[in-house]
C-alpha cells in the first residue's frame, strides 16, 4: 500500500514536471533536446541540497507560460517531436509497472531478502519525508530573507543557528515521545536525516564562502581545511551534548536513539563535505550555489572520469577491508558506528558523483528527465545489490558483518533516494511555483508537508516500521542465544574427563546430582573401574533429584577381579520427600577362592510418591555348586513403574558359591543387611 500510493505520487510528480517542461519549451529558441554537457544542470542544485535556491526567477512568467502551454504542447506533437514531459510521464508509467512488482515480491519474500528490503522502504520513506520538510524549511528561510544579509560570515552564522535550533527541538519532542517506542525510533530515523539535510545545506554555503575568501590563495586547500574545521566542531558539540544532555537521560530507549540520531547527522554531513572538497579539488571549481552563477563542466575537465571512478572503488576496498576489522582496533561503540557510517556514506556519496558525471558526460537527456532516469537505474541497481547481500548474508556470517550490512543497507537506500531526491525537491518547486498564493510559493509547499506525511505516516508506522524494528529484536536474541549456546558447549567439552586406573588398587566414586528446574532433565552417569591385582574394589552411589519430572536413574556396573578374596557389599537407600525418586544400587561380589558370598538388601521407602525399588543381582559360579536366589519388590504409587535389574557375577576358581538375598519392601521400612535411608 505505501509502496503504491508513494509511486502514483511519484508519478503526479512526473506529471507535473511534464507540465512545466512542455511550458518551457515553447518559449525556448533551442532544439528540445541535446547533450546534457553543453546545457547547464538544473542551477542551485548540487544532489538536491539548496531547496531554497531552487526556480524563483521564474515567478513572473506564470501568466505567459499559462497562456501558451497547450499551444506549444500541441504545437510539438504537430511536428512529430517529443517533448520532455512526454518522455517523464511515459517513464514515471513503465517505472510503475516495473518496479512496484519488483519491490512488493522482495518484502513479502521469507528470509533475508525481506528483512533488507523492509530496511530499505524504510529509510527510503524517511528520507522522502525529511526532502519534504527540508524543502519547506528552506522556502521559509529564503521567503522571510534568513539568510539574504549580503554577508557570508553572517549567513554562515544565521544557518549554524537554525540547524541547532532543529537539532534542540528534535531533542525536546524524542523526549516528549519517550514512553512509545515505534513513533520514537520512527521520529529520530526523520528527524535525523532532516537534520543532517539542513546541516549539509549549512556547511556547503560555509564551504563556498570559504573557497571564494579574498585572503584564500589556495581555495582548494580551504574546501579541506573546512572539513577538519568540521570534524572539530562536531567532536566539540558532541562532548558538550553527552555532559549536558544524554549523559543524564535515564531512559536507555531515548538515549539510544538519540545517539544514534547525532551519529548519523555527524556522518552524513562530513561525508558530504569531503566529498564536495574531493570534487573541487578534480573540477578546479566548487559547486556553486546560487542559479544565475556560472557550473562547472565536470564534462569538460580531462581525466575527471579515472579520478572519480578511483576516488569511488578506493573507497569501496577501503569500506571491504576496514569494515569487517574495525573491532579490532577500537572498542568504542559509538566511534565504530561512526566509522561504519562515514565509510559506507563516503561510498553512497562517491557514487552518486561518479553516474552524475557519468549521465552528464554521455547521457543525451537534460532537465528532468535525465534525473528521473538515472533515479531509475540506481534504484534497480540497488534492489539488485539486495538481492546479492541477501544471498552472503545466508552463509551465516558474523555479528559483525551483519551489522556492517545493516549500515550498507542504509547506504544503499540513502543512494536510491538520495537519487530521487532531486526529483522530489523539483516537484515541490514546480508546485510552490505554479500554485502559489505569496510568499514565494511556501503556502502549497506547507499544505504538502502536512497533508503527505498523513497519508504516508499510518502505514509506514503501523506495517513498515514495526515489521522492521521486530526484525532487528529477533536478530539481536538470535545472536544472544547462539553466543550462550558457544559458551555452554565450551563448558561441557571441559568438564568432561574420563578416570582411568590401572595397578594394585584403583577406585573411582562418582556421584552426581543434578536438578534442572526448567527443564526437567536428569542425569547421573556411572563410570567403570576395572581392576587388575590383588584387590580392587568400586563402590558407586548416585542420587539423583529431578523436580519437574521426578525421574530417577540407577546404574549399575560391574567389579571384576581377579586374585584371592575380593568382596564388594554395597546398600544405598534414598529417599526424596519432594519429588518421589528412588534410587538402591547394589553390586556384586565376586570371588574367587576358597568361599565367596554376597548378601545384599536395599529398602527404599518414598513418603511422597511412594516409589521403591530394590535390585538383586545374580551371583554366578562355575565349579561345584553355583546357586542363585533373586528376589525383587519394587513398588511405585504414583506413577505404577516396576525396574529390578539383573546382573552377573562371574567367578572362576575352585569354588564359588553366591547366595542372593531377597529383599522385602514393608509399607514404612525395608529390612536387609543395607537399611533405606530415611
Keep these: ?9 511519484a508519478i503526479l510528480i512526473l506529471h507535473v ?3 512545466r517542461e512542455d511550458v518551457h519549451l515553447e518559449v525556448v529558441d533551442a532544439p528540445a533536446l541535446q547533450p546534457r554537457k ?7 542544485h548540487d544532489h538536491g541540497h539548496h531547496g531554497h535556491h531552487g526556480h524563483h526567477g521564474h515567478h513572473g512568467h506564470h501568466g505567459h507560460h499559462g497562456h501558451h502551454g497547450h499551444h506549444g504542447h500541441h504545437g510539438h506533437h504537430g511536428h512529430g517531436e517529443v517533448s520532455e514531459g512526454d518522455l517523464n510521464n511515459a517513464l514515471g508509467l513503465l517505472v510503475t509497472a516495473v518496479m512496484v512488482p519488483s519491490v512488493v515480491y522482495m518484502a513479502l519474500t521469507e528470509g533475508a531478502v525481506a528483512v533488507m528490503t523492509l530496511k530499505m522502504i524504510d529509510v527510503f520513506v524517511s528520507i522522502f519525508l525529511a526532502v519534504l520538510w527540508y524543502s519547506v524549511w528552506a522556502q521559509a528561510l529564503d521567503t522571510f530573507g534568513v539568510l539574504d544579509n549580503g554577508c557570508a560570515i553572517v549567513n554562515t552564522i544565521m544557518s549554524v543557528i537554525a540547524v541547532v535550533f532543529l537539532y534542540a527541538a528534535a531533542n525536546r519532542i524524542a523526549f516528549y515521545l519517550r514512553g512509545t517506542k515505534t513513533p520514537l525510533i520512527t521520529f529520530g530515523s526523520c528527524a535525523g536525516h532532516f537534520i543532517a539535510f539542513a546541516g549539509i545545506g549549512m556547511c556547503n554555503m560555509a564551504q563556498f564562502q570559504l573557497s571564494k575568501y579574498p585572503g584564500n590563495s589556495i581555495p582548494i586547500t580551504g574546501s579541506f581545511l573546512f572539513c577538519v574545521g568540521i570534524v572539530v566542531v562536531f567532536v566539540c558539540v558532541s562532548l558538550v551534548n553527552n555532559k549536558v544532555w544524554l549523559g543524564a537521560v535515564e531512559h536507555h530507549l531515548l538515549r539510544e536513539v538519540l545517539q544514534e540520531m547525532e551519529l548519523d547527522i555527524i556522518g552524513l554531513v562530513l561525508t558530504y563535505c569531503v566529498t564536495q572538497a574531493f570534487r573541487h579539488l578534480v573540477a578546479g571549481v566548487f559547486p556553486p550555489l546560487e542559479e544565475h552563477q556560472a557550473k562547472e563542466h565536470l564534462a569538460e575537465v580531462p581525466h575527471v572520469g579515472v579520478e572519480l571512478a578511483a576516488w569511488l572503488v578506493s573507497w569501496v576496498v577501503i569500506g571491504c577491508v576496514l569494515l569487517p576489522r574495525v573491532h579490532t582496533f577500537c572498542h568504542n561503540h559509538s566511534i565504530i558506528h561512526l566509522v561504519k557510517v562515514s565509510v559506507i556514506m563516503l561510498v553512497a556519496w562517491s557514487y552518486l558523483e561518479y553516474f552524475d558525471w557519468f549521465f552528464e558526460t554521455y547521457g543525451h537527456t537534460e532537465g528532468s528527465f ?3 532516469l538515472f533515479a531509475t537505474l540506481t534504484t534497480f541497481a540497488a534492489l539488485t545489490l539486495l538481492q546479492l547481500m541477501a544471498f552472503v548474508d545466508s552463509r551465516g556470517w558474523s555479528k559483525d558483518f551483519r551489522e556492517t550490512r545493516n549500515i550498507g543497507i542504509t547506504g544503499v537506500a540513502l543512494t536510491a533516494a538520495w537519487s530521487w531526491e532531486h526529483c522530489y525537491k523539483e516537484a515541490f518547486d514546480v508546485v510552490g511555483e505554479r500554485y502559489q498564493v505569496g510568499y514565494k510559493g511556501l503556502v502549497p509547499k506547507l499544505f504538502l508537508a502536512l497533508v503527505l506525511p498523513c497519508f504516508m505516516l499510518p502505514p509506514y508506522v503501523m506495517h513498515i516500521k514495526t515489521r522492521v524494528i521486530r526484525n532487528e529484536e529477533a536478530e539481536a536474541e538470535d545472536m544472544l542465544d547462539a553466543g550462550h549456546k558457544n559458551a555452554d558447549e565450551v563448558e561441557d567439552l571441559q568438564g568432561r574427563e574420563d ?6 588398587e584403583d577406585s573411582v566414586e562418582e556421584g552426581a546430582g543434578h ?17 587388575t591385582g590383588h584387590e580392587d574394589s568400586v563402590e558407586e552411589g548416585a542420587g539423583h533429584k529431578d523436580s519437574n519430572e521426578g525421574a530417577a536413574l540407577a546404574g549399575l556396573r560391574q567389579s571384576i577381579t581377579t586374585g584371592h578374596e575380593d568382596s564388594v557389599e554395597e546398600g544405598a537407600g534414598h529417599k526424596d520427600s519432594n519429588e518421589g525418586a528412588a534410587l538402591a ?3 556384586q561380589s565376586i570371588t574367587t577362592g576358597h568361599e565367596d558370598s554376597v548378601e545384599e538388601g536395599a529398602g527404599h521407602k518414598d513418603s511422597n510418591e511412594g516409589a521403591a525399588l530394590a535390585g538383586l543381582r545374580q551371583s554366578i559360579t562355575t565349579g561345584h555348586e553355583d546357586s542363585v536366589k533373586e528376589g525383587a519388590g519394587h513398588k511405585d504409587s504414583n506413577e ?3 525396574l529390578a535389574g539383573l546382573r552377573q557375577s562371574i567367578t572362576t576358581g575352585h569354588e564359588d558359591s553366591v547366595e542372593g538375598a531377597g529383599q522385602k519392601e514393608q509399607p514404612s521400612h525395608a529390612a536387609g543387611p543395607a537399611t533405606a535411608a530415611s
Design 1 to 9: 500500500m505505501l509502496c503504491c500510493s508513494r509511486t502514483v505520487c
Design 515 to 531: 536438578k534442572d528446574s526448567n527443564e526437567g532433565a536428569a542425569l547421573a552417569g556411572l563410570r567403570q573401574s576395572i581392576t
Design 499 to 504: 578416570s582411568k586406573g590401572a595397578g594394585h
Design 640 to 642: 505404577g513403574a516396576a
Design 370 to 372: 535525465g534525473h528521473t
Design 38 to 44: 553543453a546545457q547547464h544542470k538544473e542551477p542551485g
Design 17 to 19: 514536471q511534464g507540465i
Design 585 to 587: 544400587g547394589l553390586r
